[in-house]
């Protein structure tokens, strides 16, 4: 795969009461992509509020409670190119902008990008992978002008 294979991102928002820059998202996901050489692929984000949250979380890993972000690798190993689904929770990154004190825009771009490095190999398993996943998480955000957005009301090192 080379630079030139299309990266395909689309977002859809469910939720009307939300007022975000969907496009800046969009750049959001598509930039991740490029800086981590995922080319040929399509993204597929949706916004939802916690009922479908939770709906997904229920269908898909048998789990009753709402969730920040569900993110998918449904790429077939005899077809070309990636595929990613990621579900992120607008009412839940609602409540912890005001909690944080951002734009509930930066709370979803910190679960657009959670969930994008999951689907490319990145995990939060364990002390170790957390730090290094919120790390590239912190690196990806302030690249883009989201800030320090999962960490910024605790102290740094």
Known sequence: MSSSD????????????IEVDL????????????QLEIFDVN?????????????????FLDNNHTTDVISFDLS?????????????????ARRQAATRGHPIESELALYITHGMLHNTGYDDADDEQSRRMHQKEDEILQAHGFG???HNNETQD
């Open 76 to 92: 077939d190993e005899f077809e070309p190119g990636r595929n990613f689904q990621i579900v992120v929770n607008a009412d839940m």
């Open 6 to 17: 299309p990266i395909c991102v689309h977002i859809d928002c469910q939720p009307d009461t």
């Open 23 to 34: 496009k800046r998202l969009e750049i959001l996901a598509h930039a991740i992509c490029e």
């Open 148 to 150: 320090i957005t999962y």
């Open 43 to 59: 993204v597929q984000i949706s916004i939802v509020d916690d009922a479908a949250m939770i709906e997904v979380h229920r269908q």
